[in-house]
């Protein structure tokens, strides 16, 4: 796998989300939170938008933050001119390349958008920018076709060519397919920005950076339109612990980052969302705490220090009876087997009946109804 570089763009396409809207204050600490863990680079917005959305990419770029900054504009001169005010290091041209979005979104030609792409990275080298391609829906784009735009991106001097799975359609064996095609007529960066209407986000993303793909798209929490984009969180981790390649970002600062995102664009994080969701190292099964028990690594990937977390267990309906005597004796009570089995069948009654696990007061007084003889620690 060649060298991978992240491209984050929760400030842009995670803000595409529906119904998200950051302020100046959240995007700016956004931004600074990403590039203190080392994010390499960032979309930080549509310049087009208008003055307030150019005011706060001005302000991000002014911080001099260590991070390459990224704005996203269409391929046409109203985006680029808004894109030559904002002081950011790249600028990602974005233009149709399939047949259906030529056709009936733009009303053009193939030959047009190949003439498009030729003129405008040439005024946007004019202007200072340097520029990525972006092509839109290139996941659904004729192949023979796609193969003419990358060549044309390369000839026309830009760097990269973003290659969009837009409605995330494909899979990681024909991402990879196709990645590995643009990679064997073209020497450019190649970033891999895919949605995942599918839940395959991640898993084509890994696939594009083993086929060739230098970058990666992602978002905290796997924010953006509709389903989302690949998450930052889950594609660092994989990287790691897949294939050996390290980013060098702080994977110990996405607890931190993963709720200023959750605060800021009012979507919460699903409690099994890997990686950053709250109970995605809890462990209640009884084998698996038993496991758990005996040696963490039984039933832990990785250890969860790694993103700042630690495991725990709780009680619950499918709780063992190791369980509750661990849990009994972190409250200073002893449980022979016998009482251990007596307080389990009541910890599942109570978990089925209120949805919930036990809290101590709980397991307390559980062992105080069935267990007179025994005395509770002050």
């Known amino acids: 796998m060649t060298m991978v570089t992240i491209n984050d763009t929760t400030l842009r396409d995670g803000e595409q989300t529906a119904g998200v809207a950051f302020s100046p204050d959240e ?6 939170a990403l590039s203190k863990a080392g994010v390499p680079e960032m979309e930080i917005g549509i310049p087009v938008m208008g003055p307030a959305e150019l005011e706060t990419i001005r302000a991000i770029t002014a911080l001099g933050l260590p991070t390459q900054m990224m704005v996203w504009g269409r391929m046409c ?8 005010l904002c002081n950011a290091d790249l600028v990602n041209l974005s233009i149709p390349i399939s047949d259906i979005h030529i056709e009936y979104k733009l009303n053009r030609s193939r030959e047009w958008v190949l003439q498009t792409i030729r003129d405008f990275v040439g005024r ?16 659904r784009a004729d192949a023979d076709f796609l193969m003419r735009v990358v060549d044309t991106v390369q000839a026309a001097g830009a760097r990269r060519f973003r290659f969009a799975d837009t409605l995330g359609l494909l899979d990681p064996f024909s991402t990879w397919s196709c990645v590995k095609q643009l990679r064997d007529i073209s020497d450019i960066e190649i970033e891999i ?7 395959l986000a991640t898993a084509n993303t890994l696939a594009a950076l083993r086929a060739g793909a230098t970058h990666a798209s992602t978002t ?8 989302g984009n690949a998450a930052l969180e889950e594609v660092v981790m994989a990287l790691r612990h897949l294939y050996g390649v390290e980013v060098a970002i702080d994977s110990h600062q996405f607890p931190s980052i993963s709720r200023m995102v959750e605060l800021a664009s009012g979507q919460n994080v699903a409690i099994n969302k890997s990686i950053v969701g709250e109970g995605v190292f809890t462990h209640e099964a009884g084998i698996h705490v038993d496991g758990l028990l005996k040696n963490p690594s039984n039933y832990q990937g990785f250890d969860p220090a790694e993103v700042g977390r630690q495991y725990r267990t709780i009680l619950g309906k499918h709780s063992g009876s190791r369980a509750v005597i661990d849990a009994y004796a972190k409250l200073g009570l002893l449980l022979s087997d016998i009482e251990a089995e007596v307080l389990l069948a009541r910890i599942r009654d109570h978990a089925v009946a209120t949805k919930n696990p036990p809290t101590a007061t709980d397991l307390k007084r559980f062992y105080l109804e069935n267990a007179h003889y025994v005395a509770i620690p002050s």
């Open 77 to 84: 001169e109203k985006d680029m001119a808004a894109a030559a």
């Open 124 to 139: 946007a080298f004019d202007l200072g920018l340097d520029v990525c391609v972006g092509g839109e829906d290139a996941s």
């Open 220 to 227: 905290v929490n796997g924010l953006g339109e509709r389903a």
């Open 193 to 199: 920005h895919a949605h995942n209407d599918l839940g």
């Open 27 to 32: 995007k700016i600490a956004i931004a600074c």
